[in-house]
């Protein structure tokens, strides 16, 4: 049954109303149009309208139209429909395209929807169809017709469907079908790259299409193709004129990360290198650009000439940096050229342009140091491995000065790590990433010189301290490079390396009159801290002069700071516990117990986050005390100020259970038993005192918060009761996983029977026998 025609016009005004009226007709012609795209049958009327409408927004509808039938009904076609598509709407797209310049500009949404469904059809058809489109569309252009540069652009769109991995339009079989077949017509489209570059004149436009045409086919085009001289010289022709410098780099790029087989090519690779540097020192010369600057001013062209720049050394260094090496006479200069761009374009301050340089970095580091400190198993390979080794020597000898300017790269340019990252921090993960890839390659060029690499750390501390300007992001990373190295040396190496770091940085925190300075000090001192905490282990007065500070800390106003201050006074006091409860040499008494006694005092500005990560960190202190009297003395003061509010809230709400529907008392009741659980997760079973001093009480107020969540209440206050009904189960529950572990099968289940009869008892006495049973059990 033959369809009806749609009325174009109609169609034409329906899209203008969708597009120009008012709401409401904006609203029903859109229905009207989303009802089309539905019908199976509207892509039968696109030859019609592309034929009919003169509107370039109808055009566009009906290819839209066409491209969901292609892409999501194609299966579902009738073979005599899937050959009609390919027999009539191939040539009648390309029949679309304009035929003068000014159309063609103004009209180029248009013209890359018409090439996009051309590719669609092609995608779906049978491949010997493509075969015939690639040599017709080859054949029919010509250097001076505007469908040249469209022809670029079509080429470009197939050689992409060769590496769009993530399409699901295309199985693994196909794509690779797909790649063979345009390898067979490569001659051809090389050819035709040839021919445009040869044109005596072009248009500006058509080289950059031919530009990025090119690019697309590099990765994969027989090399055979390449090695013609003539492609060579006309990138780098095409490379010293602004207006086509990025897309020949970018072809030069590619070219640069081929890696033909065998050393037939070398001389290729080595003109390619040396062309670059020639021209890019014409373009930006080292001595006088301080690309980190100009990076930020320029224009966003030139940003992207110099990630492509960074590209391009990273590409050729990967694949070819061996062919500069064996000619240490001819080729060390142009060598060090390279590596000095790079070094230089690694302090551009961008996130993509430095993650090329460090990834490479990162690579090339780990080469260099290779596995000098494993041995050879077999006796029979010792002379290679001896051969392998000099050779390994002879190559750190080589860029020895290249590595110590990569050094201070890196000292300068040190991402936060995650210990010293604050609430207050965004892009988290980004920072942590990155942290770990520079963090490696620190490592590794801390292991082919270690005293270079502290020199060069000392050596930028004695800045600090001996000039009058600080540029406080480069001590930040400074001291993050520090950190990031720990575990890299021997003890006493480690121990006279760091007693001169933290010198120096306390004498530059007093050079600075504002607080805010001193806080960020403070914070790398802090951080450093945490990563060497086996020297704070062997030096007392080192390690109590951080924990006052770190005390001090807690009562400054700086939430990130405060917070800071938290998290590395609990890694210190994990790792560090025996030492706060010695009584060191000239001390009256443990300084756990001075801790305790200004409790009061340290604690006074803390929020309910800060006091249950305090606590903990002065839980994970007493548990290391191994007198059982001192300890239970220590856990008794420590909780002292929330037992005794404990208490308080406890006995007003035995008089009358209305006081827990007050919103600050159920606050510093949750407050109250994070602090417990945190205390408890520090101390295990040595909790158990304070346990049983508050287990019944618990059980009253988690039966009373039951009672009123129960009752006609506000939402906002069932959730706080929630909270704390659920912040009690969470001290049993952290109590009881430290303490059960320890029991048989037995004597868990015993347990577990007493906790339950204990909370289903509505007797008093009842309830305390069983506690009291449940103590003395646990006390065993």
Known sequence: MAIQPIDVAVLDATIYAAKFREENERAAANNILRDLIANPDTWLQVRHILTTTSSMHTKFFALEVLEGAIKHRWNA???EQRRAVNGYYISALIDQLPNDEASFRS??????????????????????????????????????????????????LL?????DFSSREMTEQNRNELKELLTRDSHRIHGFFVNVFSAPQRRPELTCSTLSALRAYLPWIPFAHIVDTFLLDTLLQLFRVEEYRNLALQCLSELA??????????????NLY??????????????????????????????????????????????????????????????????KYLIQISYVDDYHVFKICIEYWNSFVLELRGSHHEAPSLFGLM????????????????????????????????????????????????LQLQYNVMRKTLINLFHLDPDDTKQHMLSMLSKFLSTEEHQLDNLNSLCYAIGSISGTMGAEEENEFLETVLIDLCRVCRKFDTNSNKVIIATNIMYIATQYLNY??????????????????????????????????????????????????GERWAYLSEIIENLATTIKDLGPHHLQKFYQSIGCMIQAETDPQRRTDYLEKLMYLPNKEWAEIVT???????????????????VILQINTGVSSSLGSYFLSQFSRIFADMLKVYRMCSVLVSNDIADPLREELRSVKREILKVIETFGDRVLIRLTSEERQLVMDLLNWAVQSNVGEEAQFNLNLLTEMLQV
Not at 135 to 152: A, Q, V, W
Request: charged share 25%; with cysteine.
């Open 536 to 585: 704070l282990k062997d030096n007392w007065m080192v390690l109590k002069s951080i924990v006052i500070m770190l005390l001090e800390y807690l009562r400054n106003p700086n939430h990130g700071l405060k917070d800071m201050a938290c998290s590395t006074l609990l890694k210190i006091a994990q790792e560090c516990n025996r030492e706060f409860v010695i009584v060191k040499r």
């Open 652 to 670: 007003e709400a035995q008089e009358s259970a209305d006081i827990l529907t007050d919103q600050d008392t159920l606050s510093s009741l949750l």
């Open 383 to 430: 002379v290679n491995y001896l051969d392998i080794s000099r050779g390994r020597t002879k190559r750190r000898k080589l860029y020895f000065h290249r590595m110590s300017e990569l050094r201070l790269l890196m000292l300068n340019r040190m991402t936060k790590p995650e210990e010293a990252i604050t609430a207050e921090d965004e892009n988290e993960n980004t």
């Open 77 to 79: 076609l009738r073979d």
């Open 274 to 339: 040396t062309g670059v540097i020639r021209e890019l020192q014409a373009i930006i010369p080292l001595g006088n650009t301080d690309f980190a600057a100009t990076y930020l001013t320029g224009t966003s062209e030139y940003q992207t000439f110099i990630q492509n720049v960074a590209r391009f050394f990273t590409s050729f260094f990967k694949s070819h940096i061996k062919i500069l090496e064996t000619d240490p006479e001819h080729m060390s200069s142009p060598l060090f050229t390279g590596f």
């Open 159 to 163: 050689s992409e469907m060769v590496f």
């Open 107 to 156: 009209e180029r949404l248009y013209v890359n929807k018409l090439n996009v469904i051309l590719v669609q059809i092609l995608k779906q058809g049978p491949l010997e169809n493509l075969t015939t489109f690639i040599r017709n569309l080859l054949h029919r252009n010509t250097f001076n017709d505007i469908s040249t540069e469209n022809c670029m652009a079509i080429l470009k």
């Open 257 to 270: 990360a081929l890696s033909p087989h065998g050393d037939l090519h070398n001389l290729l690779f080595v």
